[in-house]
């Protein structure tokens, strides 16, 4: 190399050394620092975008998971009150099978038949209370909106069928939405209750009949299966929440590989610069007086 003044390119080269080491150096410590290996889309281009793209699917998955959980809430809301309102079946069978009791009197019938109505009152006021998360007693109650007639539960009315119905869309980050659905028949169908209470209550008092009685078992029966049905919707929202689980962190990992800090790796490579820095710093001291030989040729 020539021995010139103006350029002194061992100086240049370290120069340039240390200021790489400077860069390496200081995306390591903010990489340690912040527990990120991708601080900004320069840091790792493709990465970031792969990594965005994931991670909004594992949002997805996750406010799924939420959803189905809000499901099985919504549906253990419906069947807590179908248990109770199979307890009054229950208890209305028990009164109706004693109003075949043939020493009764007019007015211990009459007084089944009051309990009876009573029982009937309160099962429409279940129908009315049951909500989840305010929703209107006609889209979340246990009984449709047409179960109990025009005038309320004294009226006869026509029965409603379709007592609970709900759709619950779970994506799955596939892009198709499973619907799962719930529908049950209405316990009071054909007005049996009701007309069961009017009629032991008739005339001052009448006795029950054993079609009476197999109407209750049959509306018992009925309750049951609607139960049944909702157990299924529930086992089927918690089989779906435990594989997007499963999905959600195996997205995780995914998103973790690609932006997380390997502090193995990264306090390895902290120390490498650090040495490199001060390597080029003393070769860049050695470099700048370099140009003091041109001193000893002048002499």
Do not use: C, H
């Not at 069947?79 to 043939?102: F, M, S, Y």
């Not at 309320?152 to 869309?169: C, H, I, M, Q, W």
């Not at 799955?172 to 009701?194: E, L, P, Q, W, Y």
Request: hydrophobic share 40%; no cysteine; aromatic share 4%.
């Amino acid at each position: 190399m020539a021995a010139v003044l103006n350029t002194n390119m061992a100086s240049l080269y370290a120069q340039k050394n240390l200021s790489t080491a400077q860069t390496s150096l200081a995306e390591s410590v903010q990489r340690l620092s912040s527990g990120s290996r991708i601080n900004s889309a320069k840091d790792d281009a493709a990465g970031y975008g792969i990594s965005q793209s994931i991670t909004g699917t594992k949002n997805v998955v996750d406010q799924n998971i939420r959803n189905a959980q809000n499901g099985i809430s919504w549906a253990q809301t419906a069947e807590g009150a179908l248990d109770v309102v199979g307890k009054i079946l229950q208890r209305a069978l028990t009164l109706t099978t004693n109003g075949l009791d043939g020493s009764l009197n007019g007015t211990q019938l009459t007084s089944i038949g009051n309990e009876l109505e009573a029982l009937w009152k309160e099962v429409d006021n279940i129908a009315v209370r049951t909500k989840f998360q305010g929703g209107a007693a006609t889209t979340l109650s246990v009984f449709g909106s047409n179960a109990i007639g025009a005038n309320g539960p004294e009226d006869s009315g026509t029965a409603g069928t379709k007592v609970l119905t709900r759709t619950l869309n779970v994506d799955t980050g596939s892009g198709s939405n499973t619907a799962i659905v719930s529908t049950m028949i209405d316990v009071r169908a054909a007005n049996g209750f009701k007309a069961i209470a009017d009629a032991i209550k008739a005339g001052g008092g009448t006795a029950a009949t054993a079609t009476q009685v197999g109407t209750l078992q049959t509306l018992i029966a009925t309750n049951g299966t609607n139960r049944s049905n909702l157990g299924e919707k529930i086992n089927a929202l918690e089989y779906a929440v435990d594989n997007m689980q499963t999905l959600s962190n195996n997205l995780s990992d995914g998103i973790s590989r690609i932006v997380d800090t390997d502090y193995a790796k990264e306090t390895a490579n902290l120390t490498r610069t650090q040495i490199l820095q001060q390597a080029a710093t003393a070769m860049l001291t050695q470099a700048n007086q370099m140009p003091n030989v041109i001193l000893t040729l002048l002499k």
